[in-house]
C-alpha cells in the first residue's frame, strides 16, 4: 500500500505525558507529529493517562489529528511473574507479530530516543536495539544506581556484552574525546582523564588504538593533570594542546567525536562552539552547561558522588563508541539544537563569529 503522506511508526514502551521516563518520548513524538503522520505504539498502561492529556488539552488537537495511538500489552500473568526489564523485552519482541497482524502502514520508523530510520533498515538495526541496545541500556538505567554489590556485578555483565564490539568508526579513524578550557579545578579535567581511562583500559588492544583523548587550554591544574594522566596509564593516548580556547583552532573541534565537559562552570561559548561541530556533549545534569545543550539528550549526568559518576560518564563514552544510532542521535540533537541559536546552516565550527553574536 502506498502512502500518500510520510508517515512514522513511532515505537516506545514508555510514551507518558506524566511520568519522566515517558515524558521524553511524549515530547518527542508532539515535535515529530508537527510535521508527519505519526503511528504511536505503545504499552496499555499508557492509554489512561494519554485520553486524559488529549482531554485536557483540546487546543492542541490540530497537532494530535496527526496521530493516531496502538496499544499492546501483554496478559497480566506474565507481567506479575517477570522484572520489569524483563517484561519491557519481551514486549519489544513482540512488535513485529503486532504490527503484521494489525496490518499498520508506515515509510519510516523511531524506536523511542533512536533516530528515525527507513523501513529498508529495519530489520538491519531493529533487531539490534529490540534484543542488544534497549535491554542492556534499561538494565544499568534500573539497577545502576543501587547498592555498590549490584552496581559492579550489572556493570560487569554489562561491559563484557558491549566494549569494543561495534565500533563506529573505521580503521582510519579515531573516536577522539576533546574537552577544553582553563586547567582549574571547577572545569572537571580529573573526572574527564578518570572516566575515559575507564572506558579505555576496558577496550580490546585492537579498539584502543582507535581512541583517543584531546585536553585543550592552560592553566595553574596542568602539572596535575600530567600526574593524573601518567597514574592512569594513558601516556601516548592523551594529547594537550597548550593554548586559550580562543585561539584553539577550528579543526580540533571538526575532528573530534565527543565533547566532554564535566564542569560547573559557565561555558557557553565552548558548548556553542562543539554543537557546530555536532558533537555530542557530556556534562552533569545538575550545572550550568546543562541548560544550553540539547533538551532530550541522555549524556547529562546528575552528580551523586565522585566515584559513581565517573562510572556513568565512562559509560556514556562506551555507548556512544559501541552503538552507532545512540551516537547519531546525540550527534544529530547537538547540531539542531545550534541551528535553533544561530542562522548558520553548515556543520562545522568555522569561525568564532557566530557564537560572539549570541
Not at 541496545?133 to 550489572?154: A, C, E, H, N, W
Not at 555483565?157 to 563506529?168: L, P, W
Not at 539528550?297 to 559513581?308: D, F, I, M, Q, R
Amino acid at each position: 500500500m502506498k502512502l500518500k503522506q510520510k508517515t512514522i511508526l513511532f515505537i516506545a514502551f514508555h510514551v507518558n505525558p506524566s511520568q519522566y521516563k515517558g515524558r521524553l518520548n511524549w515530547e518527542k513524538l508532539f515535535r515529530l507529529s508537527q510535521r508527519h503522520r505519526l503511528v504511536v505504539l505503545t504499552h496499555t498502561d499508557n492509554r489512561n493517562e494519554i485520553k486524559k492529556y488529549l482531554e485536557q488539552h483540546s487546543e492542541l488537537d490540530f497537532y494530535f489529528d496527526n496521530i493516531s495511538f496502538e496499544y499492546v500489552g501483554l496478559p497480566e500473568l506474565i507481567k506479575n511473574n517477570m522484572s520489569q526489564w524483563l517484561y519491557e523485552v519481551c514486549w519489544y519482541a513482540m512488535l513485529p507479530f503486532v504490527i503484521f497482524g494489525r496490518d499498520i502502514c508506515f515509510n519510516s520508523v523511531c524506536l523511542g530516543n533512536f533516530p528515525e530510520m527507513p523501513v529498508n533498515l529495519l530489520g538491519r538495526y531493529g533487531l539490534k536495539i529490540i534484543f542488544s541496545d534497549l535491554p542492556v541500556l534499561s538494565l544499568y538505567r534500573l539497577f545502576g544506581t543501587q547498592s555498590s554489590v549490584l552496581r559492579k556485578t550489572i556493570r560487569k555483565e554489562v561491559n563484557n556484552f558491549s566494549y569494543g564490539k561495534a565500533a563506529i568508526f573505521n580503521s582510519t579513524e579515531k573516536f577522539r574525546v576533546l574537552s577544553t578550557g582553563r586547567f582549574i579545578t571547577i572545569n572537571g579535567f580529573d573526572i574527564t582523564i578518570s572516566a575515559f581511562a575507564e572506558f579505555f583500559h576496558r577496550l580490546p588492544s585492537s579498539e584502543q588504538q582507535k581512541t583517543e583523548l584531546i585536553l585543550a587550554g592552560s592553566g595553574p591544574a596542568l602539572k596535575s593533570i600530567e600526574k593524573l594522566i601518567r597514574k592512569k596509564n594513558l601516556l601516548g593516548v592523551v594529547k594537550i594542546i597548550k593554548t586559550t580556547d580562543k585561539n584553539l583552532p577550528p579543526e580540533v573541534y571538526n575532528s573530534a567525536s565527543v565533547f566532554m565537559l564535566p564542569s560547573f562552570g559557565k561555558s557557553v561559548n565552548r558548548v556553542n562552539k562543539a554543537m557546530s561541530a555536532g558533537l555530542p556533549i557530556l556534562c552533569f545534569k545538575n550545572s550550568f552547561v546543562s541548560e544550553h545543550v540539547p533538551e532530550y539528550s541522555e549524556l547529562k549526568v546528575l552528580y551523586s558522588n565522585y566515584k559513581s559518576c565517573i562510572h556513568e560518564f565512562a559509560w556514556d563514552l562506551n555507548t556512544l563508541y559501541s552503538t552507532p544510532l545512540y551516537f547519531q542521535t546525540e550527534s544529530q540533537m547537538s547540531f539542531e539544537k545550534y541551528q535553533e541559536q544561530t542562522s548558520l546552516q553548515t556543520k562545522g565550527f568555522h569561525s568564532q563569529q557566530p557564537v560572539k553574536s549570541l
